[in-house]
């Protein structure tokens, strides 16, 4: 199951950039993939959940994917991270 291990790059990716900001919270991040992909958004967000389970930077975020480009193209690109801080 290849979402796995993306949720698990993902998690470690946006631990780190949760740190860098100091962030309180990551409520979204949105990817882009090509429009034949297959990645199923709810079953990254599940995982991801999984994989932070105890963390509660994760406990409310959203996964949401774009699907545009090249049906050639094989990247997967973090788009966008909403992250929230303390005021």
Same mark, same amino acid.
């Given at each position: 199951?290849? @979402?796995?291990?993306?949720?698990?790059?993902?998690?470690?990716?946006?631990?780190? +950039? !949760?740190?860098?900001?100091?962030?309180? !919270?990551?409520? %979204?991040?949105?990817?882009?993939?090509?429009?034949?992909?297959? +990645?199923?958004?709810?079953?990254? %967000?599940?995982? +991801?959940?999984?994989? !932070?389970?105890?963390?509660?930077?994760?406990?409310?975020?959203?996964?949401?994917? @774009?699907?545009?480009?090249?049906?050639? @193209?094989?990247?997967?690109?973090?788009? %966008?991270?909403?992250?929230?801080?303390?005021?």
């Amino acid at each position: 199951m290849h @979402e796995l291990s993306i949720a698990q790059s993902l998690y470690d990716f946006l631990r780190d +950039l !949760a740190q860098k900001e100091q962030a309180n !919270a990551i409520t %979204q991040v949105t990817l882009r993939t090509n429009p034949y992909s297959c +990645l199923s958004a709810d079953t990254v %967000q599940f995982l +991801l959940r999984n994989i !932070a389970e105890n963390d509660p930077l994760f406990s409310r975020i959203t996964v949401v994917i @774009e699907k545009e480009g090249s049906e050639t @193209e094989r990247d997967l690109v973090v788009r %966008q991270v909403e992250i929230e801080h303390d005021d």
